[in-house]
Antibody, heavy 120, light 108 residues
Framework: EVQLVESGGGLVQPGGSLRLSCAASGFTFSTYWMSWVRQAPGKGLEWVANIKQDGIEKYYVDSVKGRLTISRDNAKTALYLQMNSLRAEDTALYYC??????????????WGQGTTVTVS | EIVLTQSPGTLSLSPGERATLSCRASQTVTSSYLAWYQHKPGQAPRLLIYGASSRATGIPDRFIGSGSGTDFTLTISRLEPEDFAVYYCQQYGSSSSTFGQGTKVEIK
């Protein structure tokens, strides 16, 4: 079964740090782009970051640049989000997602259930 | 950054009716990079449409994506009870991505 399972969320004070993890299984992790997407309470979905298969090419939404870092370990089939200098506005449910990316289209076709980060 | 504006914010319809959801982009979006998702409370989002008009695996054919350039549409031809949810469009391009603010389809 194709699966993504996030962990590492919790309550942290403003300015603090947290590291989210996403364990992937059931597919060849190293061949997919991966992403973090978040949803603040009562708000819509917000794209946070993408990372290419090799872990070198990375992209971020402007509001998290310099504070949040996406990374991956293909040997462990794991995706990470290192969160530093956290702010109240980072409070959200964080999803990891697999990116389907081909000449025919792009979409996030597998999602985890999310892990909650509260900055307060 | 490309801004996606979805309309209407809320759509009140009855089962069996047709739903038409709009997603308008502030700049041209490459059709290959326009996707639609369904999101229900307490669940992970679900990919419905990628490449503006291709249905994802297992998605019923009542979900139809169309459009190009800056105007995209998701049509649900006949609403089933399980279709009442929030729907988001998403674009990817130039090393970034954005979601629309969502359209809630609720039972009338």
């Amino acid at each position: 079964e194709v699966q993504l399972v996030e962990s590492g969320g919790g309550l942290v004070q403003p300015g603090g740090s947290l590291r989210l993890s996403c364990a992937a299984s059931g597919f060849t992790f190293s061949t997919y782009w991966m992403s973090w997407v978040r949803q603040a309470p009562g708000k819509g979905l917000e794209w946070v970051a993408n990372i290419k298969q090799d872990g070198i090419e990375k992209y971020y939404v402007d509001s998290v640049k310099g504070r949040l870092t996406i990374s991956r370990d293909n040997a462990k089939t794991a995706l990470y989000l290192q969160m530093n200098s956290l702010r109240a506005e980072d409070t959200a449910l964080y999803y990891c997602a697999r990116i389907y990316h081909s000449s025919s289209g792009y979409g996030m076709d597998v999602w985890g259930q999310g892990t909650t980060v509260t900055v307060s | 950054e490309i801004v996606l504006t979805q309309s209407p914010g809320t759509l009140s319809l009855s089962p069996g009716e047709r739903a038409t959801l709009s997603c308008r982009a502030s700049q041209t979006v490459t059709s290959s990079y326009l996707a639609w998702y369904q999101h229900k409370p307490g669940q992970a989002p679900r990919l419905l449409i990628y490449g503006a008009s291709s249905r994802a695996t297992g998605i019923p054919d009542r979900f139809i994506g169309s459009g190009s350039g800056t105007d995209f549409t998701l049509t649900i031809s006949r609403l089933e009870p399980e279709d009442f949810a929030v729907y988001y469009c998403q674009q990817y391009g130039s090393s970034s991505s954005t979601f629309g603010q969502g359209t809630k389809v609720e039972i009338k």
